[in-house]
């Protein structure tokens, strides 16, 4: 492809058609290829397996209340759909949801831990130890007890 000096002393090259087009603007669009081919494959998987199952899956011929029910590990249904359960049981969760993320934290520490020295060692301990208080504290209060 022909290279001449566009207007801005960026190199223009004639590209597809013959129009004209900047090299930055090549090397941009270049970057995110990549990104827009998975998209697209993706795309392509998703309608191939949705039409795919569309065509190709079995059709019930008769609908009936025994299908259209609730089946959940070969029991049938018993009592309300609107069980209740322990404020207990979200606390746990929710406990453990807070200190699974908090140790998240501790992987990108330990990556670059020889860069950071002695200050970051003392950081980690500091959080560390703030969440062996916590820890301590919801023990404490009996969240963790299972009565």
């Given at each position: ?32 290829i ?24 079995a ?89």
């Amino acid at each position: 492809m022909p290279e001449t000096m566009g207007i801005t002393g960026a190199p223009r090259i004639l590209g597809w058609r013959g129009v004209e087009r900047s090299a930055g603007v090549l090397a941009v669009l270049d970057q995110y290829i990549g990104v827009v081919l998975t998209f697209a494959l993706g795309a392509v998987i998703v309608l191939g397996m949705v039409s795919g199952s569309m065509i190709f899956g079995a059709r019930s011929t008769s609908r009936r209340a025994v299908k259209d029910e609730a089946f959940e590990c070969g029991n049938p249904s018993t009592g309300p759909a609107r069980g209740r359960f322990s404020i207990h049981f979200y606390l746990v969760a929710i406990l453990f949801i807070v200190f699974d993320v908090e140790v998240v934290f501790m992987y990108p520490w330990a990556i670059v831990f020889r860069a950071l020295g002695v200050p970051g060692l003392i950081e980690m301990l500091t959080f560390i130890a703030i969440l062996g208080f916590g820890l301590a504290y919801v023990w404490k209060r009996g969240a963790l007890a299972w009565d």
